[in-house]
């Protein structure tokens, strides 16, 4: 038992056991948050972290999820919302400015991809002028 030199077997066991220990443990704190992650708090912090860590958003994201979950029509064109997993044209967007951080609006997935297309297309337009 090169593994354990030096040690005595109680010691071994101590470690042995300590293992399993951690071992159980880690797989109750698993199902724990895998719970929490279902409550509604849990889905509200999971979804602000996610914006922070992805978007970089900026104000007062608590503000920004209850209007993300209590609007039911799109901002800009009307139709109604849905929470859709996959990206289909009625599930619920948040769009915000990628430059700035900002919060925007609500919207349908398909009016936020349009609007981003725009304003990049909006953006090349702005550099094309500025370099000639």
Sequence with gaps: ??????????????????KEYMREYNKRKREEYKAYWQTPKGKRSKRISEWKRSYKLKGDLGMIYD??????????CDRILTNDKLATST?????HNHTTGYFRWICCHRCNTQMGHSERRFMKVIHQIKDS
């Excluded at 038992?1 to 300590?18: E, F, P």
């Excluded at 209007?67 to 800009?76: A, M, S, V």
């Excluded at 599930?91 to 769009?95: F, G, H, V, Y």
């Design 1 to 18: 038992m090169k593994r354990y030199k030096g040690l005595t077997t109680k010691s071994i066991n101590m470690v042995h056991n300590h």
């Design 91 to 95: 599930r619920r967007s948040m769009d």
């Design 67 to 76: 209007k993300f979950i209590n609007t039911e029509k799109c901002e800009i």
